[in-house]
């Protein structure tokens, strides 16, 4: 009968681990507040940053700002803020004062909360940009003399892109390593541009990436335009000889179809013609 009731014990504990396991967890945020946040070398100008906390299963984990960035239905990244205490080793009352962070990565399944790896990125300085499970930012160097183009890909402890960014300079101001990296899509690919440097885009080709240059991509953009412009032609074409539609005036695709009236004795048809008109 012992027996019996441990192993009906262990089987209602287990169950009861599995159902725990398997619940679901609930990620919400708080409310927006304003706290002071110093900026500058000194730490003397005081700028508004708006925090929120962050709550899994109702407990406070940590305080983000801005909006988070949706990477898949699980995980979304956001940005981390901080207290930390600005107390001298000769005074007893804390001094709490507020700060930036880096970049949180959130398991909406598990309800993990991991930091995000982010090589050379300055709190202070850089803007992180983000496409897919790609982020682009300016990174600064750890003696603040150097600016790098920076792509990283999640899950990836190299970088897709670390290129060195040459004649930019760094301004003592917050998130002025450089402009925010401007993504496009089809293909995907991103562009940099730093004070007194040339825009740069690069195209990321999954792990590796390649450079484009402002005549290819206005080359392409061209290529892109005169395509869009035939296969609208094409269609036109396809609906006048194959749907029976025809127009007499002038539409999107370029062309004019007309109708005229021949009569070849007591025989009467109809004459279309297609003409271009651009």
Known sequence: MTRITRALCSIVVLTGTVIAASRPHVIAFGKWTSVKWLAGADETSPLELKVRALYVDGKLKEFAIGNPHE??????????????????????VPRWQWQRGGWLLVDRVSGRITPINLPEFDAYRSVASWYRNYVAYCGVSDDNQKLYAMVIELG?????????LKDAVLDDKPDAACQPPLWQRKPARVSFEAARNEKATYLIRGHSVDIVNDEDDKEGSEQGQLWGTWQKRASAVWCIFFCREGWNHADASGFALFCTERVVGELASSVWRLETVV
């Open 156 to 164: 990836r402890h190299k970088p897709v892109l670390k290129k060195e």
């Open 71 to 92: 990477i898949t239905e699980r995980l979304f990244a956001v940005r981390r803020a901080f207290r930390i205490n600005d107390s001298l080793p000769d005074e007893s």
